[in-house]
Structures are given as C-alpha cells and as structure tokens.
C-alpha cells in the first residue's frame, strides 16, 4: 500500500467539508480530480471509502477509521518540516525554566552554559520557585521546564529524572550529637531546627518523615535559603538538614560540622517536568530537556 500525502490531504478536506465541491475550492483543484483521486485511492486500498449518492457523498465507517490516521500522518509531516526548517536555519526561540535558586546556583550554570554554546539562538528564562510553584508554572502553561524535588509529584505531567543530591545533619561546631559518627531524624527530633520555607521540598520532606515517626519539627526559626540556614547553624539556633553538594561548594562556614544521615529519604531525587505533547513541546525545550538530563 502506497501513502500519498497529498491524496491524504484532499480526502481530510472531502470529510471536513462534506462536498466535493467545497474541498475543491478550499484545496484549489477540480471536483473531477479529487474525485479521481479517492477513487484510485480506494482502489488501491481495496475498500470502499464513501458511498456515491446522487446529490452528496457517503463516508462509510472505514472512511473515519482512515480520518483520524490521515491527520495524525499530515500532522506529524508538518512538525518534521518544522523541525527540519529550524535545524537548517539555526535553532531560535527561549525556554523558560522554573527552579529553585539552590537548583539554579548549584547545577545550572555550566550545564546552561554549555546548552547556549552550541544553540546560540535559543534565550534561557529562569524563575526562582520551589518545587510546588515550579509544578504549577508548568501545569499552567508559565514556564516550559520545571525542576523539583522528593516528595512532590507532578500529576497530569511527564516527569524524567533530573539528578540525586545526598542530604546530611548540618550542626554547630560543639554540638552534642557531633559525638555520633552518623545520625538518623529521630536522633535529632528533640532539638530545635533551623528550616526552610514550609512549601519547598526539602522542609516538606522533613515533616513527613517526622510525622512517620509520630513527632513534630521543632521549628525555632525559619528562613528562605540555604545559606541563610548556615548563618543561623552556625549561630547556635539549631540544627539542620542541607543536600551535600551545595555545603561542598559553600565552605565559608567555620562554624559548621556535617553528619551523614542514615536514613533511606538521605539520597534525595531532582527531576524535571514538562508536558508531554508533540505539538506544543516545541524544539527548543525538546533540545533542552534532553541536555539536562545528558
């Protein structure tokens, strides 16, 4: 069986408009040569697209079997040359990403770095939002990428894995439980915690597995960074928990001592959203989603 695109084309007119005449006029060719057309089509086919009335034409049910197969194949052409014209001309266009400011510090600067030196014409926009916010901007059409974190979920989205961040006790220098070589959260529950925003993943992440164990957080100050944690550790107004990799690149800290955490949630997973949908996920963020998670 032979597909010829253009002969898919005049049939979806023929359904659209329910004339031969009318999809004559809207595709600007003769009644006679579309009706040649379907009728060497259905030949080749060996079945019967539409009965021939004496004043209209029939569509029998495997002419709607045919309608739904033939725009899926004329659409998915259109997005190829679409594509093929960008590739050819040189990828232009912005992709707008929704982070948490950890996330955009610690791991998307070289790794944007690197996107923009081979696609130039593509304009990064980034949103500081925590991982709630980030999933909403992108359920909401607002931004095209979104990055998060353990537990938050992205329902009604696609959903990849982005990285993994080991988290760990952060405590002041001389603090008891230093005399621990490792700790677990219910170690720690006694004490009061310097915590970040009650919406961002890692606070979230901390009051669930408190709650598993029948204890609260004992919140004694609350700030919007993690940087801001580290100064009020460092203070002695509490202790905390900090993914590693970003303390690894922040050790101005004197004050500071880290501890592994032994617990199963310690290995925290990142990941990316986007909606998944050939004819909105355009190629830029295409090209983007696949070098985040390269």
Known sequence: MRIDLYTMRLFIAVMEEKSLTK???????AASAISKRLSDFEQSMNIRLFERRPTRLEATPAAYVLLRHARTI???????QVEMSDLSEGIRGAVRIAASIAVVTQYLPQQLHAFSARHPGIV?????????????????????????????????????????????AVLPVGHELLQNESLT?????????????????????LVNAAARLGQPINRRV???????????????????????????????FAGLVTRPLDEPWALRRLQLCFHDNPHTLNMPTQLLVEHLRS
């Not at 004329?74 to 190829?80: A, D, H, I, M, R």
């Not at 990055?147 to 989205?157: M, S, W, Y």
């Not at 529950?189 to 993943?201: A, H, T």
């Open 23 to 29: 999809a004559a006029a809207r595709e600007h060719i």
């Open 74 to 80: 004329c659409q998915n052409v259109e997005q190829l």
């Open 124 to 168: 990064i926009e980034l949103t500081d939002s925590l991982s709630p916010h980030a999933i909403q901007l992108v359920s909401e059409g607002r931004a095209d990428i979104g990055i998060f974190g353990d537990p938050f979920v992205a329902t009604g989205l696609r959903s990849l894995p982005y990285g993994e961040e080991r988290l760990v």
């Open 185 to 205: 959260l219910a170690e720690m529950l006694s004490y009061d915690f310097v915590c970040l925003r009650s919406e961002s993943s890692l606070s979230t992440l």
């Open 222 to 252: 609350q700030v919007s960074g993690n940087e801001a944690v580290c100064c009020m550790v460092e203070m002695g107004m509490g202790i905390s928990v900090l993914p590693a990799p970003w303390l690894d690149k922040h050790q101005n």
